[in-house]
């Protein structure tokens, strides 16, 4: 069995990390950052060719102002440390998202910057849902599927997904999703369809490569049999 070709991960913990610390919120986004690195290394190391890291969601606007404004700024700076280093390792960066106007111009700009300087890169592509909703995505998908008159009775889900943003995204084969919460939360909802889900107890600013490399194992030992009943010929032999 090869190693999954998309992983996505919900990253979630930062708030209960900080509040075992005594620590604000935004002390837990700040120490996510170093996590969302390793685990970018470790995808890229492991074979990955498409990582999703879920970081802001059109529900978090309801956050206090003041914990959004903190991870705009936090993002950003983290954007700009990281954009030559995700350039010289191959990959290319895609911001799934990005349509609320509340986003900062600034930000904005050196996220357009990171996804022009990044574009032909094709090592392992790095998709950050930023702004995102799936069940957002599906309606646009309609909207726009509405839009082109396509008649009912030619309307797959192969010719639905072509409506999706960045329809050339594959088909999520693993979500991790830290914490130990279980919950889909809104995220590539389409995409996920079909994906094997694992749920480590660690926070995600504790999260590091050996916790990735635990969850591609145990995505190895799963029998995906896609709703079909015949035997599979995984091995259940681990990566590392």
Known sequence: MVVPRHVACVMDGNGRWAAQRSLPRTAGHEAAEAAVMDVIEAARSSGVTWLSLYAFSTENWRRPSGEVDILMRLVRRAIRKHAPVLHTRGIRCRF???????????????????????????????????????????????????????????VTEASFAEHLPYADTPDVDLVIRTSGEQRISNFMLWQVAYAEWVFPQVLWPDFRAAHFWECLDAYLR????????????MTGKGIR
């Not at 032909?120 to 008159?149: C, K, P, Q, W, Y």
């Not at 799963?222 to 010929?233: E, L, S």
Request: net charge positive.
């Open 222 to 233: 799963r029998q995906r049999r896609f709703g079909d009943v015949r035997p599979t010929t």
């Open 96 to 154: 799934l998202g990005m349509t609320d106007p509340r986003i900062p111009a600034p930000l904005v700009q050196d996220i357009t910057d990171l996804m022009t300087l990044t574009r032909d890169n094709r090592r392992m592509t790095l998709t950050v849902a930023f702004d995102h909703g799936g069940r957002r995505d599906i309606v646009e998908a309609a909207r726009s599927l509405i839009r082109s008159a396509t008649p009912p009775d030619q």
